[in-house]
Structure formats: structure tokens, C-alpha cells
């Protein structure tokens, strides 16, 4: 008699037009699949023996400052630019400061490290006061961090539209437009803020993003997920989505909690 456990599973996902199809594969072989729709989010528990719990699809909702920062990085709002005068690991000082409380916050900033030869870095600005720049880190075009910037090195900030940063909370609250941070927040036991996995058929309307989250802690009702311009809760950033998942997430140590994210650009 074989008490064998049976192997983990693995997740298959082709973007569509309108969606994509998700598909849970073991050994080789297709299980199960799911069409996502337009804008569907959907969650499910990978267990330590590789047993499943399907969270089932809910709809992400964009919020507020969302659709502004789509919009100023469409119609190309204004940028900044200038020199530093100080620099960091997570800030960067332009000279002559007067800048408007967050008016760059969700956008990034672009800077050299040495020569003109040396790739520029980037940080995605969580908030600004009048005189610095907070950033999340200095990142680099492979997602790793990146040199700081010398403090007197030229810079520009430009909006973007760049939310791939996932984060999830037991808070039990409704989604809501005007909603600027995820309350509780989770940043222990596997769960904290994470960079999620980008992939999108040219020519299709919507792109998809998937994080799983190694789950080393006990969260018994994961209840909500957002999706932030910057990677860690400390830089904050702009939470561009907002979702409640169709049903909590009850995870222990030992889980894998993976979430899909599609999000479909209207015509």
C-alpha cells in the first residue's frame, strides 16, 4: 500500500484578449483549469501535501489614486528634474527642494550612478516631502538593487504606471475606491509585500500578475489583496488595486498562497 504524498502542483497560466486561462498541473499532467474573466482575481492554497483549497475569482477594484496615477503617466504630466544634493539607499535630495507634498508619490525617479557609459537606476518614489525624495530602494533593469546614486548626480522623475508589488491582510473591511493603504497590512510569516510575475500576449487587452507567497506563519482569514507602486510598506507608494478575495484564506506554515491578478485595458 503507497502512503505516498502527491507531488505538488503547478500552475499554468496563457494570457487571453479578455483574461487568461489558469490550469493546475501534476506530474506532468493537466488537472483542472479556470477562465479567468476581465479584471478577475483569483486565489488558491497550494498545502505542504500537495493538496489544494480553491479560493475561487473575485474582481479587483481601482482605486482613486489609481486612475490619477494612470493618467498623469498617459497624458504625460509634468516632470521634474535637476540635480542632487544628498542621497541614500532610500531618498534622494533635488536641490532647491519646493516641492509639493506627494505630488510625486507612485512616480519614478531615474538617476546615473558614474559616467555616461553606467546604466541609470531607477527608485519608485513612496512619498516626497518639500525637500526629499523617498524611495522604496535603487533598483536596476533585472529587478535587483542597484548602486545608491552619488549625491550630487542629475536625476528626472516621470509618472509611470509600474503596481506589480502584492501585498495581502486579515483585515475584514470592504474594498472601496477612496482607499489608500491596505489596513493590516501583513508584512511577517512569508506574507509581507512582494514583487509578483508580469506576463502578457502582444496585442492582447489584458496582462496578468501571479505571486505566491511561501507561508511560514499561521494567517487564518487573508482576506483582502492590493497591488502598490512600491515594493515595501515602509516607502508605501500608491495602492493602484484593491481586492476581496471570493473566500478567506485560513494558511499555516508550510502553505503556498498563490494569487492571479488580471487586469484588462479597456478600448
Known sequence: MNFSRPARPRFGLTPLDDGAILQRIRGGRIEDSLRLGPNHVHA??????GSTTDLGVSQNLLTTAGRDLVAAAIGQATAKEGAFTAADGTSGTPSGGGMTTDA???WRVYCPVTGLTTPPVYGNVGSNSATVLTVDKWWNAAD????????????IVLPAVMARHMAITENSGVAAAVDTALTGEITTGGCGRATATYAHTPGAATFTLIKSFSVSASFPAVHKMGLFTASTL???GIMVFETVLNTDANVISGDTLQITET???SG
Open 144 to 155: 535587483g538593487t542597484a548602486t545608491t546614486p552619488a549625491a550630487t548626480n542629475g536625476y
Open 234 to 236: 515602509t516607502a508605501a
Open 263 to 265: 487586469v484588462t485595458l
Open 44 to 49: 488558491v492554497i497550494i498545502h505542504a501535501d
Open 104 to 106: 510625486y508619490k507612485g
